[in-house]
């Protein structure tokens, strides 16, 4: 259902870490984590085998190359493009991207004169299905802060420097509504496949904290 | 409640810092947090609001200076505390970092999440959406205020919107109302707008006069402007 997600290649299986050897001194919260660990599974509560299949979902199955996919395909197909942004729950449904933390979603388009930018000042809601788990400065305290704010300012921190005439829109998620951005097509990408125009789509381009890629110049 | 998790329009916390190639989780005991939540989760004795509650009742002090995986691990052990499925003992060992003493490989209870079951878990299609023919109390284009509410337990409503007004841009139909969820009083199902405060409205004039802040808000969080 789901396309493996090339943007990160921490691709362990199961919860041990490899990189912390066991003879390293732990630290509080990891002797924490592994005590409760040991009381929830000694109970029966917990099946390691399920927790392995959670964190496997979200480290090598379900990540931003989902809403990449999408949407390259928006681009793409205008009548695609319409069916999402009229009925985001449904057509990404029909794809198969929906679950938990997407199980209502809105497609927010950004154009020559608006920019839409996502946020969750409350707590870290994130469209799980198409972008995976948020990074950690998605559920940060500057970005939380500040987005609603200082919208152009985030931007700038990301190197994105929008004119004063597009309108910035901030969405701030404090419902179970997730929203995705549909990012703004670069010049000079006409007739381009599917697969060649979803690798310009970058995860913080579908977040609003920046844009899609522009394709290198043939060489 | 007005705590230190409704960070909206706070100053101080310094620039955004992204990090490069980032992966998914950056220790084990990540991991182990995220799946141990989401496959205590599974039992259902409590709901999201009220994980989102327990959360939010971490002192503000170390809210503020932990880590997002942290909140989640002091949430998970207030509800295993508050449901019963750990005892103050049991918990204060957690606290102190000391595994249990295991008798060998235990026996995973009926109704423990299996590897099997992920998929579909992962896959839920409804959670807040409601079916109950409830009329709404606002209509699209209308004028509207956020209610001046301080309520000492969950909450939606950010404290930045409070007491001023927007308009209703988009009604997204009927929803089961958090605050209620989150106290185990019902769903009170009530329909959820996306409601556009001007950025003027909300931080004054040195705002930007052009953009704008949608905050999606419950019927009982909203007044009419007459």
């Known amino acids: 259902m789901s396309e493996h997600d090339h943007d990160h290649d921490h691709h362990h299986h199961g919860i041990d870490d490899p990189a912390h050897p066991h003879n390293a001194p732990m630290t509080d919260v990891q002797l924490r984590v592994r005590a409760l660990q040991s009381l929830l599974t000694d109970k029966g509560l917990v099946d390691p085998a399920a927790l392995d299949a959670l964190v496997d979902t979200y480290e090598t199955k379900v990540g931003p190359r989902n809403g990449a996919q999408v949407v390259a395909k928006a681009w793409a197909d205008p009548a695609f493009k319409q069916r999402l942004l009229d009925d985001a729950t449904g057509t990404l449904a029909d794809l198969g991207f929906i679950g938990r933390q997407g199980e209502d979603m809105m497609v927010l388009e950004n154009t020559a004169s608006v920019h839409n930018l996502v946020v969750c000042t409350l707590c870290s809601c994130y469209p799980w299905p198409v972008l995976g788990l948020p990074p950690v400065w998605y559920k940060s305290a500057p970005y939380r802060s500040r987005a609603v704010i200082d919208p152009r300012g985030v931007l700038r921190d990301f190197g994105v420097e929008l004119p004063d005439d597009v309108e910035v829109r901030v969405w701030d998620s404090t419902a179970e509504l997730r929203y995705l951005v549909l990012p703004r097509r670069p010049d000079a990408t006409d007739g381009m496949p599917e697969d060649e125009l979803a690798a310009l789509v970058t995860r913080d381009s579908m977040i609003g904290t920046g844009l899609a890629r522009v394709p290198e110049a043939p060489r | ?226």
Do not use: C
């Not at chain 2, 209610?147 to 089961?176: C, E, K, S, W």
């Open chain 2, 1 to 226: 409640m007005n705590g230190a998790h409704d960070l909206g329009g706070m100053h101080g916390f310094g620039p955004v810092i992204v990090e490069p190639d980032e992966p998914v989780f950056h220790a084990a005991w990540e991991r182990q947090a995220f799946g141990l939540t989401l496959a205590m989760g599974a039992w259902r004795r409590w709901n999201l609001d009220m994980s989102r509650w327990a959360r939010e009742q971490m002192p503000p002090a170390t809210y503020l200076s932990t880590s997002y995986y942290e909140h989640w691990l002091f949430g998970l052990v207030r509800l295993l505390g508050e449901h019963g499925l750990a005892s103050p003992e049991e918990l204060a060992q957690v606290q102190r970092g000391e595994p249990t003493r295991s008798h060998g490989p235990a026996k995973v209870q009926d109704g423990a999440l299996r590897p099997e079951g992920v998929p579909a878990m992962l896959g839920n299609r409804r959670a807040a959406r409601m079916d109950d023919p409830v009329p709404p109390k606002f209509r699209v284009g209308q004028a509207v205020r956020a209610r001046n509410l301080h309520p000492q337990g969950h909450t939606r409503l950010p404290r930045y919107v409070r007491g001023r007004r927007g308009m209703i841009a988009i009604d997204h139909g009927v929803f089961l109302f958090p605050d209620a969820h989150a106290a185990g009083q019902g769903k009170q199902p009530q329909h959820v707008y996306s409601v556009r405060f001007a950025a003027q409205e909300l931080w004054g004039p040195d705002a930007s006069a052009r953009d704008s802040v949608y905050v999606d808000l419950w019927d009982d969080y909203l007044e009419a402007i007459l």
